[in-house]
Structures are given as C-alpha cells and as structure tokens.
C-alpha cells in the first residue's frame, strides 16, 4: 500500500492514530499488570489486517532461506491436555520433536489446507525477521491495543462488551477446557486469519485464533513508573516480550485472556502451537 515501507506488498490497514484510554481497571490475571487506565497517545501506522498466515510466512522462507528457531531446536511445545501428558510434565505443553511452522503436531503432518491459517509454532526472532523482510516491524503494545480497540472506548472486546463466550464473534475454547473441546464456533484450533467479523478499523481477530508477539519487553509496573503517555514502549530489557490477544485455547475457567486489555509474556525463543504474529509499517518519509 502506498504511504507505508511494506516492501512483501502485504496488505495494510491504515491507521491515523491518535489518544486513547489503554489498560482495565484491574487485571484478569492476578500480577498481569493490566492497570492502571490510562491515556496515550501513538501516531500513525499501517497494520496488516489478520496475523500473517503459514502462505506468507512459506513466501518468506523461499525467498530468504531463513530457519525458524523451533527448527533450529529440532522441537516446539505442542498442546496435549492428555492425563499422560499432566501426570508426566504437570503440564498441557509437551515437548515435541519435528513440531515447527510447517509440521505444527510433529512428524507427519503439514499445514495443507490451512494457508490461510495463522503461521504458529514461531518465536518473536522469527517474526522479527519477517517484519523486517517485508520493511516493516512489531507493534508496540500501545500499538497494538489502540489498534484492537477500534476506537471503541474502555470496550473489554474488539466488537463493545458482550461476552464471546454467549456467542461466536472469536474463536476461543467452547466446551470444558482443556479436554471437551465442542469446537462450536467451527473450529477446533486455529482459524482462517480472516474469519469473523472485523472490528471497526477492519483488523480480524485482535482476540482469540492466536496470541500476537508485540515489540515490547513485559513489565508489571514500567507502565506506571515511566509515565510516558506519548508512544510509550516497554522497559528497556526483560525475560519475557509482550503477548496480546488470547488464543483459540483461551477459556473463561482458566485463561479469560481474550479482552483487548489483557496481556501476557513468553521468553523471544518460545515456540508453540498457539503464537503468531501481525506486523506493522510506519509511514513513508516525504519525498
């Protein structure tokens, strides 16, 4: 799109930017750091409407040659709420050799039919070089909220305030988690990037499908002793980068995270079945 440095020719939303009311009044996660609200201002961007699917991410890897970091590993972290699994690791994640973007379960299986699908199993290294192969970068997660929020005010979703979970506006766990999964949204794991409606800015899937890698290290409370309310970013250096969005695993019993406000963090070299990523473009210098 003209006016943007997007250089993979992707498609682009622009966004004028502007000042609005970031975080909740408290987190749904206890020391997740969502609070306090406050207003801030970012300047304008271009977004990629849906995260980038395993189509484009293939086109990346052709022309660049590039080796993901679960490849680089030879594993990543696939979902299996299985009683084995829990009694094994104490955990749903298991550790699964050949699992990457484009075996996503391990050995034997391949993303066919799921082009349109998010691009998962990939680290935050991993969407930095694609962002910066196609000229653009991360978002902030200021950015990134402002974004989601589509200029709706303190909404807790893309969409106002009611609940996905009464009806099918996102594609999170319905059922019992983690082991009944009805899939009654239509899908059992991740969907087209482009499924459900947009919110009011035409972006897809700013919550549920998969969590979005965003520039920024986490903090519980950099927010609160930096004060900056003009295109804040993250503390300096960190353990962990900034997850925004919630994913298809995302239930309101344990994971409620699928609230434009919530936030997460995972380390940049974490892999899994459940990541991916958006990218953004700044604006062209005048000529």
């Given at each position: 799109m003209t006016g943007f440095s997007n250089t993979a020719s992707l498609d682009c939303v622009s966004l004028k930017g502007g000042r609005f009311r970031m975080g909740a009044k408290r987190s749904c996660q206890k020391d997740d750091g969502e609070e306090p609200v406050r207003s801030i201002s970012v300047s304008g961007f271009g977004m990629t409407p849906g995260t980038i699917t395993n189509a484009q991410y293939q086109r990346f890897i052709d022309e660049t040659g590039h080796v993901s970091t679960a490849e680089g590993f030879g594993w990543s972290f696939v979902f299996d709420p299985t009683e084995a699994e829990l009694e094994r690791s104490g955990s749903w994640w298991r550790k699964t050799e050949g699992a990457c973007w484009r075996a996503p379960t391990g050995p034997g299986s391949d993303v066919t039919g799921k082009e349109t699908h998010p691009v998962v199993h990939v680290s935050w290294h991993d969407a930095v070089a694609y962002a910066d192969w196609a000229g653009g970068r991360l978002a902030t997660e200021a950015e990134w909220e402002f974004a989601a929020r589509g200029?709706?005010?303190?909404?807790?979703?893309p969409w106002g305030d009611a609940s996905p979970v009464d009806s099918f506006r996102?594609?999170?766990?319905?059922?019992?988690?983690?082991?009944?999964n009805t899939a009654a949204d239509g899908y059992a794991g991740t969907c087209?990037?482009?499924?459900?409606?947009?919110?009011?800015?035409?972006?897809?899937?700013?919550?549920?499908?998969?969590?979005?890698?965003?520039?920024?290290?986490?903090?519980r409370d950099f927010h609160i002793l930096s004060r900056s309310d003009r295109e804040p970013k993250g503390p300096p250096f960190g353990e962990g980068k900034v997850l925004k969005g919630g994913s298809h695993l995302c239930h309101k019993s344990y994971c409620a995270r699928y609230r434009v406000s919530a936030r997460s963090a995972s380390a940049p070299d974490m892999t899994t079945g459940h990541i991916g990523f958006r990218v953004v473009f700044d604006k062209k210098d005048p000529v």
């Open positions: 200029g709706l005010d303190q909404k807790r979703y996102c594609n999170i766990w319905r059922g019992k988690f983690p082991r009944e087209p990037v482009d499924a459900f409606k947009p919110n009011r800015l035409g972006l897809y899937n700013m919550v549920g499908n998969v969590w979005e890698w965003t520039a920024d290290w986490f903090s």
